[in-house]
């Protein structure tokens, strides 16, 4: 009979953030830890840039070394949370090779080259989890990757950055400015090391990633995400929102289209103010999964901050950690349906578009015959209440039905190429109608 270890070790690779707070959830529940695993978890090391920092008082400095590879080779789960890809892949693949479970918070990592990490972990019968990559504490990763394994993914579409929601939330419900709520982001520990992943959508790309590669068994990257950020989102933009009845969300919006194809995308988009994505606040992250089966889920919590990564973090270290002990191991990649990745132009969606036009008669019949020709319909229009523009000049505000965004978008520039449109002010997608 083999005997289960009486301690596990584990090295910590980061002390930011998020890893403060697994040192303090490891220390604070040491002995349910050990009760539910059935060996106690040791920190063996905590691996930072630089040891003489000051850190929380929960970090046992003498832990602290700046050899993260030399601590890898002496653990048996190794936990990341240092983000970026280099040196993380090589400290993983080294950690993995050498026989330790890993579990790691970086999509950046992960939605770059997972299936290098995937392939590695599968070779040495190891352990991969990452479930606070996505979403922060909600539980997603798991549901889609096991609880859906049965049924058939149709669509992934939510609020997957805590970061962009918050700022894009302060600037609707108080009128911040941009910039302001960004720094707010970043004192609250929502944000990037580099914000600029966070507002460009860089970071939400990386999690649809992630998310479409689990949910329809197939290998999407980061590159494969058509990525718009919040920077050109304007208080204005708020504004004309609020004319039509929505809000602004950063959307992530992973689809199938048709039987062999999916189309991932991270951009802007109205949200109906009576949707439950509008009253997702703050931090706070949602994502709706549609299965064929099992109907439409919603997931929505803590999508970001120190503690509610380091909750999602421990689940899988305890998951891990209780194979070391019982015997087991998680899912490998399953990537066998190898589905093409198209375009945004193929997916489906609308759009409110605002135009600044010469205000006389017959205006809004020649706007309308541009959109006819394209084939997209409008749904609603009405004249935009705006600070700008002068006498002889209104802003119009169009909602159009749903069409492929291929049509919208050339719908978009040829508006823009009438005499009687002096500008297009602003066009946004709409969802969740
Ligand atoms: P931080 O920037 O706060 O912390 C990063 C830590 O990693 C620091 O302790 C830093 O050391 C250490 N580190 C960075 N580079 C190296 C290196 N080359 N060698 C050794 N140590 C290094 O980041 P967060 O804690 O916010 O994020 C960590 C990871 O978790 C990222 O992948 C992030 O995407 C992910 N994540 C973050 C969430 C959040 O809400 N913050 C939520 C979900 C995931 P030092 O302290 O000496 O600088
Ligand atoms: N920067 C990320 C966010 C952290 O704001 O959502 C959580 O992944």
Not at 102 to 124: E, M, S
Not at 204 to 214: C, D, R, V, Y
Not at 253 to 266: K, N, S
Request: negative net charge.
């Amino acid at each position: 009979m083999v005997e289960s270890p009486q301690a596990l070790r584990v090295a910590l690779l980061g002390c930011g953030v998020v890893g403060t707070e697994v040192v303090r959830l490891l220390t604070a529940q040491a002995d349910d830890l050990a009760a539910r695993v059935g060996a106690r978890l040791e920190i063996v090391g905590i691996a930072v840039r630089d040891v003489q920092a000051p850190r929380d008082a929960v970090v046992d400095r003498a832990l602290l070394t700046d050899d993260a590879s030399a601590l890898v080779d002496r653990s048996d789960v190794v936990i990341e949370v240092m983000g970026g890809i280099e040196p993380a892949r090589t400290l993983l693949l080294r950690a993995i090779d050498g026989g330790a479970a890993v579990v790691t918070a970086n999509k950046a990592l992960l939605g770059h080259d997972g299936p290098t990490l995937y392939a590695a972990a599968d070779r040495a019968g190891v352990d991969l989890y990452f479930e606070a990559a996505v979403a922060g504490a909600i539980p997603l990763v798991r549901p889609v990757r096991e609880s859906l394994a049965g049924d058939r993914v149709t669509r992934v579409l939510g609020i997957v950055n805590g970061t962009t929601n918050y700022v894009l939330d302060e600037m609707t419900t108080k009128g911040l400015d941009a910039a302001q709520a960004v720094r707010q982001a970043q004192a609250l520990g929502f944000a990037e090391a580099d914000p600029t992943a966070d507002v460009e959508g860089h970071d939400a790309a990386a999690k649809a990633a992630i998310l479409a590669s689990l949910a329809f068994h197939t290998r999407v990257s980061t590159d494969d995400v058509h990525c718009e950020g919040i920077t050109g989102v304007t208080a204005q933009d708020v504004r004309w929102a609020a004319q039509t009845g929505h809000v602004i969300k950063l959307l992530a919006i992973a689809e199938r289209i048709g039987d062999g194809a999916v189309a991932v995308r991270v951009h802007p988009a109205l949200v109906p103010a009576d949707h439950p994505l509008a009253s997702v606040h703050g931090g706070f992250n949602a994502v709706f999964v549609e299965a064929e089966a099992a109907g439409e889920l919603m997931f929505y919590g803590r999508g970001a901050g120190g503690a509610p990564t380091a909750s999602a973090i421990l689940g899988d270290v305890v998951t891990v950690a209780r194979h070391r002990v019982g015997g087991g191991k998680g899912p490998v990649e399953s990537s066998y349906a190898d589905l093409g990745v198209l375009d945004i132009g193929e997916a489906t969606t609308r759009y409110q578009i605002v135009l600044r036009v010469a205000d006389r008669p017959g205006v809004l019949a020649q706007v309308s015959a541009e959109l006819a020709g394209h084939g997209v319909s409008i749904e609603t229009v009405r004249q935009a209440r705006s600070d700008l523009g002068g006498d002889e000049q209104a802003d119009l505000l169009l909602v159009t039905h749903a069409s492929r965004d291929a049509a919208l978008s050339a719908t978009v520039r040829a508006l823009a190429g009438l005499p009687v449109v002096d500008a297009v002010l602003s066009v946004l997608r709409v969802e969740g109608a």
